[in-house]
C-alpha cells in the first residue's frame, strides 16, 4: 500500500530521529486541513517506538506559520522545562516546518466525550488541567511564542478586534460580524490579573481521554496568551455543537481548583469575542474572489448556526429585545421533485454504498447543500427582497444588489451611522431566515443555545 507521508517529510522524520518508518497506519489529522498517522519508528538495534505524526495540507500559506510555531511551542514547553507541571500533552519528539508536521509520542484514548462513562469526573479532570495550565508562569522564555507576557489581555483583545475590524471591512463588512465587533469594542472587560497561558480551543473533542482521566489535551494550535475566562468561554461555544457536562458544573470545577470563582459576565463576553475570532476569518477567506472556502454543506451549516448565535449573544450581552419577522408560507414549484429524488438517491444509495469514510462524509455534505437549495429555491427570492427592502427602509439611497446594501448596513454600522438596535433587528430577521432556509440539515442545531445559569 502506498504511504500517505509525503516523501520528503518521511526522510525528514526518518533523518531527525534516526530510525525507518517501519510501519502505519492512517489517523485523523484534527483539524480541517490536517492529516495524520500512527507510525511505528525501528531504530537500528531494533527497538520500535509508538509515535503519531501528523502534518497539514496548508503548508504553503505562510499564514498558518505562526500557529505551528505556536503549537509546537507549547508542547516543547510542556515535553521539557514544564513537563512536570501535571498536565497532559503528547510528548514532542520533533517539528517539520516545512510540512507544518509534528512527530509525538503516541497517547491512546478517545476524544468522543460522549462515550465517557462517568462526563463529571472527566469534565472536572478537564477542568483542573485548563486550571493547572492557567498556573504557569506565562513569563517563562519557552512561552514567548504564545505572547507578550507583559501585555495585559485588554491590550491584545483590542488590537484583535481593530485587526478583525479592519478585515471584515475589506471583504464586504458582513452586518453580522460588524455589528458584534461593534460591541466587543465598546466593552472590553477590565484586566483582572496578568495574561495566563491558555490552550485556544479549549473543549470536548479537544482532549483525549482513558476511562475517566484525561490521557492528554490536544489540538493547540490556538495556544497565545490571555484572560482565563477565554478558555472557559472556548468550552461554552463547542459545547453548542459537542454537548459536555452543564456549564455550571465545569465553573464549580474550575473554582475548586484554582481558587477563583470566575466571573459569569466576563465568560459571555468572550463566548462571543472566540466566534468572532474565526467567524470573521471565514467570512474574509468565503469572500475571496474565486475562492471556495467554506463552500460545502458543513461550512453552510455551521455558518448558518454561528450567526444565529452572535446575533442573539449581542441582543443578550446589550438587553435588547429581539422580535422574529414573518416566514411566507410558499408552495414548492414543480422543481421540487427533483430535490427530493436527489435526496433521496444520496440517502438509499450512494451514502450506503461508500467505498471509505471519506467519500461517505462527502455524500452527507452533498446532502446538506441539496437541503439548502431546496429551500433556496422556494423561499430565497422572497427571502432576499424582504431583506432588502428593510435595509432600505433603515438606510434610504442604500444600492439596489443585496450583497451591496448588506456592505452598506455593515460600513454604516461601523461608521455609527445605523441606530444600534435596529440594525441588530435586521441582523436578526436575517438569521432567521437562513435558519429557515437552512432547517431541514440544521436539525437541533436550528434551536441551540446556550443554557441559562444568570
Excluded at 37 to 50: F, Q, S, Y
Aim: charged fraction near 20%; aromatic fraction near 8%.
Amino acid at each position: 500500500m502506498a504511504s500517505a507521508i509525503p516523501s520528503d517529510l518521511r526522510q525528514q522524520v526518518e533523518q531527525g530521529t534516526g530510525c525507518v518508518i517501519a510501519a502505519e497506519v492512517a489517523r485523523g489529522g484534527g483539524g480541517a486541513s490536517r492529516q495524520g498517522a500512527e507510525v511505528t519508528l525501528r531504530a537500528a538495534d531494533g527497538g520500535e517506538h509508538r509515535c503519531y505524526l501528523a502534518w497539514d495540507a496548508r503548508a504553503g500559506d505562510p499564514s498558518r506559520l505562526p500557529f505551528f510555531a505556536r503549537e509546537t511551542a507549547i508542547l516543547r514547553a510542556l515535553s521539557g522545562p514544564f513537563a512536570a507541571s501535571g498536565i497532559k500533552a503528547a510528548p514532542l519528539i520533533g517539528s517539520y516546518p516545512s510540512h507544518l508536521a509534528l512527530l509525538s509520542v503516541f497517547v491512546p484514548g478517545n476524544d468522543r466525550f460522549a462515550m465517557a462513562e462517568d462526563k463529571a469526573a472527566l469534565a472536572a479532570d478537564f477542568v483542573g488541567q485548563l486550571a493547572a495550565l492557567h498556573r504557569l508562569n506565562a513569563a517563562d522564555p519557552a512561552f514567548a511564542e504564545l505572547g507578550d507576557a507583559s501585555e495585559p489581555p485588554s491590550q491584545s483583545i483590542t488590537a484583535n478586534l481593530a485587526q478583525w475590524r479592519e478585515t471584515n471591512l475589506a471583504s464586504g463588512a458582513d452586518p453580522i460580524l460588524q455589528i458584534a465587533l461593534d460591541w466587543l469594542v465598546h466593552h472590553v472587560p477590565e484586566d483582572r490579573g496578568p495574561a495566563v497561558v491558555l490552550h485556544g480551543d479549549a473543549g470536548p473533542g479537544n482532549f483525549l481521554f482513558d476511562g475517566n482521566r484525561v490521557a492528554a489535551l490536544i489540538d493547540w494550535e490556538l495556544t497565545h496568551l490571555g484572560d482565563p475566562a477565554e478558555d472557559l468561554a472556548q468550552i461554552w461555544v463547542r459545547s453548542l455543537i459537542q454537548p459536555f457536562v452543564p456549564m455550571r458544573d465545569v465553573l464549580e470545577a474550575y473554582a475548586e481548583a484554582s481558587g477563583s470563582v470566575p466571573d459569569l459576565a466576563r465568560i459571555k463576553y468572550h463566548r462571543l469575542y472566540f466566534q468572532l475570532s474565526f467567524s470573521v476569518a471565514g467570512a474574509a477567506a468565503a469572500a475571496a474572489p474565486g475562492s471556495l472556502a467554506g463552500a460545502s454543506g458543513t461550512g453552510l451549516l455551521y455558518g448558518t448556526m454561528h450567526r444565529r448565535v452572535i446575533v442573539r449573544a449581542v441582543a443578550e450581552l446589550a438587553g435588547i429585545t429581539l422580535t422574529d419577522p414573518p416566514v411566507p408560507q410558499i408552495e414548492p414549484d414543480w422543481t421540487d421533485r427533483y430535490f427530493a429524488a436527489a435526496l433521496e438517491d444520496l440517502k438509499a444509495d450512494i451514502v450506503p454504498a461508500a467505498a471509505n469514510q471519506r467519500a461517505a462524509a462527502k455524500a452527507k455534505d452533498l446532502a446538506r447543500m441539496v437541503k439548502f437549495w431546496r429551500r433556496r429555491a422556494s423561499h430565497g427570492a422572497a427571502f432576499d427582497a424582504a431583506e432588502l427592502g428593510e435595509i432600505q427602509a433603515l438606510l434610504p439611497g442604500a444600492p439596489n444588489s443585496l450583497a451591496a446594501a448588506r456592505t452598506e448596513l455593515g460600513e454604516a454600522i461601523a461608521a455609527g451611522r445605523a441606530e444600534f438596535a435596529a440594525a441588530l433587528q435586521l441582523c436578526h430577521n436575517r438569521a432567521v431566515r437562513e435558519t429557515f432556509v437552512m432547517a431541514d440539515a440544521l436539525g437541533a442545531l436550528a434551536s441551540t443555545w446556550y443554557e441559562d445559569i444568570g
